[in-house]
């Protein structure tokens, strides 16, 4: 096989190939499901697998134990403010000031109202 390497010998950490990693690793998306982060752990392993959307390009997922992984620390109010004043400035658009109800477009730069009747004027 390709990309396995349980020693670390080939690829400087333990590799395996998409799918095939050994009970107890986790990538992090697989740990937040779980309701788990890292928690300052080093990486354990890696997945290495050939993409067939980035046009063949290697990929690289690192794993960490699952054994060693804290749970996610809980959302305090302070957070959950921020987060919604953040999301608030995303969705409100430049030119007209009003929420839009969904994420301004960066390719856009205003709301999409805002741009057909920019189109429309010109």
């Known amino acids: ?46 997945l290495m697998w050939r993409s067939r959307k980035a046009r063949g390009e290697i990929r690289c997922a690192y794993l960490y134990r699952v054994d060693l992984a804290r749970p996610v620390r809980p959302m305090t109010p302070r957070k959950a403010a921020a987060l919604a004043a953040a ?11 009003r929420d839009a109800g969904y994420v301004i477009p960066r390719s856009l730069g205003c709301c999409v109202t805002c741009d057909d009747s920019a189109a429309l004027a010109a």
């Open 87 to 97: 999301n608030l400035a995303r969705r409100t658009c430049p030119a007209c000031r």
């Open 1 to 46: 096989m390709r990309f396995y390497d349980p020693t670390g010998k080939r690829f400087g950490l333990p590799t395996y190939p998409f799918r095939l990693a050994p009970q107890g690793l986790a990538t992090r998306r697989q740990l937040r499901a779980r309701g788990l982060r890292p928690g300052g752990q080093p990486v354990a392993a890696q």
